[in-house]
């Protein structure tokens, strides 16, 4: 029995904001309730609600840019640069620049929707 498991073929979850979202490793992807590892694409003028998630998320910048608004302060990623956010925070994710944003995104506990706690 092999000891790894190479991921061929990610989840790719369905959205209707132009986001692309490519789940490699976690809940969905490989029934693993631990870590998720995504690929994420997210086009110009794109953003989520605020939301406070139920896991801690790790993000790495591969291309463009990407802002973070944590509780009050803004943060702006740039290619290169990484971010942790502890879970319970609030935070909005958006990139209101000119370029596409490329990343990597991790969650421990593994993401799941019903542990978001968007905002309406």
Known sequence: MKKYF????P???PTTDGK???EH??????????ISIAHMVAPPHWKEPFQTPEFDEYT???KGKKQ???DDETV???AGQSIKINKN???QYSNPFEETCEYIAICTPAFSIEKVNRED
């Open 6 to 9: 190479i991921q061929k073929s």
């Open 11 to 13: 989840f790719v979850f």
């Open 20 to 22: 692309l979202i490519e």
């Open 25 to 34: 490793h976690g809940k969905v992807a490989t029934n693993n309730n631990d």
């Open 60 to 62: 790495y910048i591969i």
């Open 68 to 70: 973070f608004i944590i």
């Open 76 to 78: 702006i990623l740039e």
């Open 89 to 91: 925070t609030r935070v």
